[in-house]
């Protein structure tokens, strides 16, 4: 049985290789001269800048891509951080488990019950997470923590996302914990991956954008890059609003076509900071309720050294951006922040890039809170990616735990 896999993005790369193990001859098409789409490393003066991701897995060790990395055996070690978040509120950091003590009595007691409520996974409303926050705490600054959590983690403010997928995205980190960096970045993980596919026979071939994707009959039956690939099976990693296009939208019910034209992507700003001493000095994550655009900042040379020159440190920002905002001022926002966050700054710190990530290059192709399943109305067409995340899941960890749903797919066909 042969597959071709469409994108060499992390989800690309994950099903490469459950396939191969499946005994299928796997070719990879990538658009790119090289590997892992927003999940990799691109060197700029000495710093290893990412294409995408802030270099971190959001459960660590213990979510759904640190298993996949384990059972195919892409040695990536993954160091846990610790402390898992800090919030910087007044101008001083705390652990989660004392932000409650941050309010005056009667809404410190409703912030613990709706805490607990979350973590527990015990909310089932659709209601916006904002809608049902407000009905719990009415205190402005438990708003402000809402959307700095969402903004960092999900690109997205509260208002965007259902409580039901927070309380089941709080109940995941309860069970498996907080964000880890990989040790080598992003890419750590992504070559750890291309090695492992190329150890098992699996072919790559870059510079080699997919034209077509072909469809016969209500079957995939091939795919269109430099020459047509016959196969059994395509796996498309590129979203599947650039599927629809290259399959042809006459290949699938209007229902489908209705659901995926409803889908909206997260998008986002990511400052990158080179520092000549640590800002943070921790290795997980500094939430910024206070501030104006940023929703938090990591530091992930306190993890791994390697990913900055020697003795600099690489501080990234993230913040979401919202439709119809101006994406100069939201930078210029973003760094007057950065600037009322840190006082020293001006004295330690150089912005190294400031990237904006939408279009068909976003922060997740379909926001958390929206689905998609990985079966598509044309049979042997698979997806994998972020549009594919499981309810719960975040980011790359989603893209890992949807992969195993895709495997599920595959099998059945
Ligand atoms: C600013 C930012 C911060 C983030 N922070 C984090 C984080 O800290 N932790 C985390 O877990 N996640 C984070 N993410 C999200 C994470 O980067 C993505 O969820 C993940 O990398 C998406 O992987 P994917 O499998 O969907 O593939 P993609 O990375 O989208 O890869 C798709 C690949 O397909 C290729 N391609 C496209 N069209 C074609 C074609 N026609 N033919 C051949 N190839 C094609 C592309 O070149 C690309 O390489 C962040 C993302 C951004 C942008």
């Known amino acids: 049985m042969r597959a071709c896999v469409v994108g060499a993005g992390l989800g690309g790369l994950l099903m490469a290789l459950g396939l191969l193990r499946k005994g299928y001859d796997v070719t990879v098409y990538e658009a790119l001269s090289y590997p892992g789409g927003r999940f990799t490393n691109r060197t700029y003066k000495g710093f290893s800048l990412s294409t995408g991701a802030l270099h971190m897995i959001p459960h660590g060790s213990r979510g759904p891509l640190a298993e996949a990395l384990r059972r195919y055996g892409a040695g990536v070690e993954i160091m846990d951080s610790e402390p898992e978040g800090l919030f910087r509120v007044g101008g001083e950091d705390h652990l989660f488990e004392e932000l409650p003590g941050l309010f005056p009595l009667v809404d410190k007691l409703k912030l613990g019950a709706a805490l ?5 996974g015990m909310v089932r409303s659709d209601e916006s997470f904002e809608t049902w926050l407000a009905k719990q705490v009415r205190h402005p600054l438990a708003l402000r923590l809402a959307d700095s959590f969402c903004g960092w983690a999900l690109s997205i403010d509260s208002s965007m996302i259902p409580s039901k997928e927070v309380a089941a995205i709080a109940k995941n980190i309860n ?4 964000p ?7 890419k750590g993980v992504t070559d750890a991956l291309v090695e492992a596919i190329q150890a098992e026979g699996g072919e790559f071939i870059y510079k080699s954008r997919v034209k077509k994707i072909g469809v016969e009959d209500g079957r995939a039956c091939y795919v269109g890059a430099s020459e047509k690939k016959p196969c ?3 796996v498309s990693n590129i979203g599947p609003k650039a599927t629809l296009d290259l399959c042809g939208q006459e290949n699938f019910p209007r229902r489908y076509i209705d659901e995926i034209r409803r889908l909206r992507e997260a998008a986002g700003i990511k400052i990158s900071v080179a520092c000549d001493k640590a800002m943070l000095g921790h290795t997980g994550v500094l939430f910024t309720p206070e501030a104006e655009r940023v929703c938090g900042l990591n530091e992930v040379t306190n993890a791994d050294p390697g990913l900055a020159p020697p003795g600099r440190h690489l501080l990234m920002s993230h913040q979401t951006l919202l439709p119809g905002r101006s994406i100069r001022e939201e930078i210029k926002l973003g760094i007057r922040d950065l600037h009322a966050l840190f006082p020293d700054f001006g004295e330690h710190c150089r912005v190294l890039a400031a990237q904006c990530y939408r279009g068909s290059w976003p922060v997740n192709r379909v926001m958390s809170g929206q689905s998609l399943g990985p079966e598509t109305p044309v049979e042997g067409l698979v997806l994998v990616g972020d549009a594919v995340k499981p309810g719960g899941y975040m ?3 989603g893209v890992a735990a949807g992969v195993r749903l895709a ?3 595959v099998e059945d066909l």
């Open 116 to 120: 607990g409520k979350l973590t527990l």
């Open 175 to 178: 069970t498996l914990g907080g």
């Open 180 to 186: 880890g960096v990989p040790v080598g970045g992003c």
């Open 232 to 234: 059994d099976v395509v």
């Open 395 to 397: 980011e790359t960890d």
């Open 407 to 409: 495997l599920d797919v």
